[in-house]
């Protein structure tokens, strides 16, 4: 048994130590929102917040992750959908297929809360997450939003 918390609970898991927490979160939990995309941790589309750190997590081994870090999914970013980064994505209209978006979300938030006002530069090296649809010109705009209007900084 592996004890995690997950958006502020508390669970119990019953999985091998080398499962892929992706799939610990999707099958074990039934959250979701984080999807499979690469499964090599390339593309992005698994991204979660451990302990504020943006984690690719279809290539961590659930036994990486201790009962004391934190793990904050997509739905635990703001379970009503009013966190600044959803609300950017919104007005700048960024998704398409929308597959990949849960990832591009949870990276550009670890991102705005460790650097709230990221340069143009900051964004292209820290926003690596792969995009089929190609939103990237409104995925940068949508992030430079939340930076102007200064809705995120550090606890």
């Keep these: ?20 927490l992706l799939w610990v979160i999707r099958e074990q939990i039934g959250l979701t929102g984080t999807k499979y995309g690469c499964g090599v941790a390339q593309c992005g589309a698994c991204t979660v917040h451990i302990d504020g750190v943006a984690t690719r997590s279809c290539a961590l081994p659930v036994s990486a992750v201790t009962e004391e870090q934190k793990i904050v999914t997509i739905e635990g970013l703001s379970p009503d959908g009013t966190h600044p980064v959803q ?4 007005k700048h209209d960024v998704p398409q297929c929308g597959f990949c978006q849960s990832g591009m979300i949870m990276t550009a938030a670890a991102l705005l809360q460790a650097n709230p006002k990221p340069s143009e530069a900051d964004i292209a090296s ?6 089929r649809c190609g939103t990237y010109v ?15 900084g550090r606890g």
């Design 1 to 20: 048994m592996t004890k995690l918390n997950v958006n502020g609970r508390t669970l119990d898991v019953a999985v091998d130590g080398d499962t892929p």
């Design 87 to 90: 609300q950017a994505w919104i």
């Design 126 to 131: 820290e926003m690596t997450n792969i995009c």
């Design 138 to 152: 409104r995925v940068k705009a949508a992030i430079l939003d939340v930076a102007a209007g200064g809705q995120l």
